[in-house]
């Protein structure tokens, strides 16, 4: 009887234990494997891809179907209740066994146990297995077997843990069904922008797909990985992986990445210190995917109770001012814009302009996590959960909540000459760097002479740092002596 391997956040061929134990059936006894992607329509779940993650998800399903065609079986396309999809085509191939890959977050995990249940009544197996993380969420606990809440000890005992296995390649061919099994056309899902067309920006900056992920690790390990330890921090410099989107899609996985850098490092050893900075990295998403499965409710609520009675303000004319990157600081503008525009931020500027929305404008972190779940295209529902905790001061292992970013000094500290800023605030690209930072503080001749008219082409700041900062301070101050 014929498999079924059922994609969801998993979009790639080498490395996918799901579609390898399909494959092994193929080539021993000639077993018919149908892969299927389900666009899920479950208008309750705050956490089904947002507009940037769709744009994405339509080049990755794009390509993803072309190699499953190459491989003899093609992708199967339906949308619905994944249990009733599943039914049916259960129904209509006569399917005995789905095979799939864990995916991340409760209510994902919900879906997954109803559509368990559902398919074991019929008598059909439904075997879920590990393709997202190192090692699966419980199996790295402290020596009291609790999980871990600090990261650093938890990264020590990951190391500690024998190697994770080594990646599998993509099957060499799939058998198809007898007949073939209908399927709906990508084109009609409309996962694309088109009236307005937003995604321009994304389509200049990304390719989507198993391929573009495998060359962008390949040409990271080549070299810049070297000077990660140093660049990471340097968002005029673009010294990061920009992995993100790729793992949040599934399209490259932590083990290959894992393997290929320990490799890269063992043949080189100038790159072995950038190597150790970047598979901590990855450390953290594998620390705050853990996480959320030990805390289903981290993407709502605040992991310190103390901060559920946090006196937040509500602000819709701040927030606009944030999304749209015209907040007259200019690191969270230049920030929010590559967002905007790109559907990806720089790591340091991530932390920056969350601590300006959470500290600055005291806006509850949440509002930032869901417009970075619209607009990324990376966006993962731990990473952006647990990073949103961590720069609130509520979360696991977090920057206390005093420690309030400076967005002057930050930007002057990590885009000393202001070139990142200049990128994607363009009004201000012709201010001197020692102003590109404050445009509001410099002399009325050099805003001339750089075109700048302050309030017209580019706003004043919208609150005060240092006076936002003392509120921010007396704020945390009520919460600290209420808990
Ligand atoms: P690299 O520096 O090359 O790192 C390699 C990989 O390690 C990344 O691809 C990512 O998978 C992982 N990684 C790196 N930094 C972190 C981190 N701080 N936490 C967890 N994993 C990390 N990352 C997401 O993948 N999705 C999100 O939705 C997301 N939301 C964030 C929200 C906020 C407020 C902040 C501060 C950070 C968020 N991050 C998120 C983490 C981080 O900013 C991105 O993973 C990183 O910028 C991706 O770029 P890169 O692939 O070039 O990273």
């Known amino acids: 009887a014929p498999i079924l391997v059922w994609f969801r956040t998993d979009l790639r061929l080498a490395d996918n234990p799901a579609l390898t134990a399909a494959a092994t059936a193929t080539a021993q006894d000639g077993t018919p494997v149908i892969p299927v992607y389900i666009r899920e329509e479950d208008g309750g779940d705050p956490w089904l891809p947002g507009g940037a993650s769709r744009w994405w998800l339509h080049g990755s399903l794009e390509r993803l179907g072309k190699a499953l065609e190459t491989l003899g079986s093609p992708l199967v396309l339906r949308?619905?209740?994944?249990?009733?999809?599943?039914?049916?085509?259960?129904?209509?191939?006569?399917?005995?066994?789905?095979?799939?890959?864990?995916?991340?977050?409760p209510s994902a995990i919900a879906r997954d146990r109803r559509v368990g249940k559902r398919l074991t009544a019929r008598g059909v197996t439904v075997h879920p297995h590990n393709a997202a993380l190192l090692y699966e969420p419980g199996t790295i606990r402290t020596k009291s077997d609790t999980p871990f809440r600090v990261f650093t000890p938890f990264w020590k005992a990951l190391l500690s843990m024998p190697e994770p296995p080594r990646p599998t390649r993509a099957p060499s061919g799939l058998t198809p069904p007898a007949k073939p099994v209908s399927s709906e056309s990508l084109k009609d899902w409309g996962l694309r922008p088109t009236a307005p067309d937003w995604a321009g920006g994304l389509r200049a900056r990304w390719t989507p797909g198993e391929e573009a992920a495998r060359e962008r690790l390949a040409e990271f390990l080549d070299g810049p990985v070297a000077v990660y330890a140093t660049e990471r921090d340097r968002p005029d410099h673009d010294g990061t992986s920009t992995l993100s989107p790729h793992l949040a899609f599934g399209e490259i996985g932590p083990r290959q990445i894992w393997h290929a850098a320990r490799h890269a490092a063992a043949q080189r050893h100038e790159l072995a210190s950038g190597a150790e900075a970047f598979l901590r990295e990855l450390g953290w998403r594998e620390f705050n995917h853990h996480m959320l499965r030990e805390e289903p409710d981290l993407p709502d609520t605040p992991l310190d109770a103390r901060f559920v009675h946090f006196p937040w303000r509500k602000d819709e004319s701040a927030l606009h001012a944030w999304q749209r990157g015209r907040t007259g600081y200019p690191i969270v503008d230049a920030g929010m814009r590559q967002l905007w525009r790109t559907g990806w931020m720089h790591n340091r500027v991530r932390m920056i302009v969350g601590s300006f929305l959470i500290k600055d404008l005291l806006i509850p972190w949440q509002?930032?996590?869901?417009?970075?779940?619209?607009?990324?295209?990376?966006?993962?529902?731990?990473?952006?959960?647990?990073?949103?905790?961590?720069?609130?001061?509520?979360?696991?292992d977090a920057a206390p909540f005093f420690r309030v970013f400076n967005p002057i000094l930050q930007g002057e500290k990590f885009d000393p000459e202001g070139d990142y800023v200049r990128r994607f605030v363009p009004e201000l690209a012709k201010l001197p760097s020692r102003w590109i930072h404050k445009p509001w503080q410099a002399p009325d001749g050099v805003l001339r002479e750089a075109g700048v008219r302050l309030d017209r082409d580019y706003p004043r700041p919208i609150v005060d740092h240092g006076a936002a900062r003392d509120r921010a301070l007396a704020a945390f101050g009520h919460i600290k002596t209420s808990g």
């Open 79 to 105: 949308s619905g209740d994944p249990a009733t999809v599943l039914e049916s085509l259960v129904e209509e191939t006569g399917a005995q066994a789905v095979l799939c890959n864990r995916r991340a977050g």
């Open 367 to 396: 509002e930032g996590e869901a417009w970075f779940w619209d607009t990324l295209v990376d966006a993962d529902i731990a990473n952006n959960a647990g990073n949103w905790q961590w720069v609130a001061g509520c979360g696991a």
